[in-house]
């Protein structure tokens, strides 16, 4: 095979045993029928399963097509899919999970999208999600916040098609919390949406917990806009003028009417208020400084411990 695909298929995997195999069949099978070259990177994110074994096979079956990445240790889908990126030779990258929830026939959608319009980005998006309800709420739960915060779009998907210069730009961008869509939609505005097929999960559950969710929506809010800083900002200045109408009818009270101010009770909550508030915006700010010291450490997105 060419050393130069027209096409590179990244694909994270954690856990997905019994899907690999088929999944690259599904993929094969496209590119069979299209004739175009075409290349499979499996990046697997050190699970628990035998996942890298299903992997070295299908590069013992498939030299030319496949290439297997090994992280030592867990680093999560999109810091697995980033590493796929610094491997990848062709023109157009594509990014799948490796769950079979979207069903690789689906490629072909994104390519033609793609051969009508050249956009620099392809997301696939699917009307009728077969996620569990709390999937589903968490899922919509990062994209809307990523639309309200960051003016961004809500409708993309780990399911895209990436022009390569785009992705060289991800791949070189400095950033500790890796949120590809995030970084994507920071370059480009030339994005294109394809309604895909979404499959129910065939063989496990999913990897994203409610607690996982709830963290990268926080990390998204703190990582990629200043949205909690604000939050001080006006929540600090309307706490004050509350605080500043409050005194002076208290003193209009006293000066003017002569009717006695209450004194412990009123003293205790002015003070457990304004503590609380303060705690919160230590908190905040901790949050962001613990976040610049993590990106001054540079620490690196992922670690190989082995490629084939």
Known sequence: M???PKYSVVVPVYNSEPSLEELFRGIKAVFDDTGDLFEVIFV????????????????????DIVTGIQLSKNFGQHNATLCGFTYVKGDFIITID??????PSEIRKLIGAN?????????????????????????ASIKKSS???RDTLDEGSSFRMIKAGLVKKIVDHPQH???IDEILQWY???????????????????????AKILGMVGNIMIFYTTVPLKVLVFGGFGASFVTLLI??????????LNVPIPGYTSLIVAVLLSTSIILFSLGVIGEYLGRIYAVQNKKPAYSIRKII
């Open 2 to 4: 060419s050393l130069n």
């Open 44 to 63: 697997e994110d050190a699970g628990r399963d035998n996942s890298w074994e299903v992997i070295r096979k299908l590069k013992q079956d498939h030299p």
């Open 98 to 103: 490796d769950d079979l929830q979207t069903p």
């Open 115 to 139: 051969n009508a319009g050249d956009h620099d980005l392809v997301y696939g998006f699917y009307r009728h999600k077969k996620h569990s309800a709390a999937h589903r709420i968490g899922s």
């Open 147 to 149: 639309r309200i915060f």
């Open 177 to 179: 919390f890796i949120f």
């Open 188 to 210: 480009t505005e030339d994005i294109l949406l394809v309604e895909v097929q979404h499959e129910p999960r065939k063989y496990r559950q999913s990897n994203y917990t409610s």
């Open 247 to 256: 005194g002076l009818y208290y003193m209009f009270r006293k000066l003017f």
